[in-house]
């Protein structure tokens, strides 16, 4: 029986294609306290093809100074997740 749950990788040597539904969640995750890592893995589940393209290229091109839990996209998602 297939999981409803997105398959999530840790490194973007893949790049997604618009059937990929795997969630690639930043590698630091552990960082963050459980709820916020939670939220940060729902986040990126819902991002459009294009948002998840940006996203991956953001994470690729800054590299250890991306933060997701700081990016304006994240920040605005969360704050309509309140409301």
Do not use: C, R
């Amino acid at each position: 029986m297939p999981s409803n749950e997105p398959e999530v990788k840790q490194n973007i040597t893949d790049k997604p294609d618009k059937t990929d539904k795997t969630v690639y969640i930043p590698e630091n995750i552990s960082k963050y306290p459980l709820e916020v890592q939670s939220s940060i893995i729902k986040y990126i589940d819902q991002l459009t093809d294009k948002e998840n393209i940006a996203y991956l290229i953001a994470k690729e091109h800054l590299g250890t100074s991306f933060d997701i839990s700081k990016s304006i996209g994240y920040l605005t998602w969360k704050k309509s997740q309140v409301a």
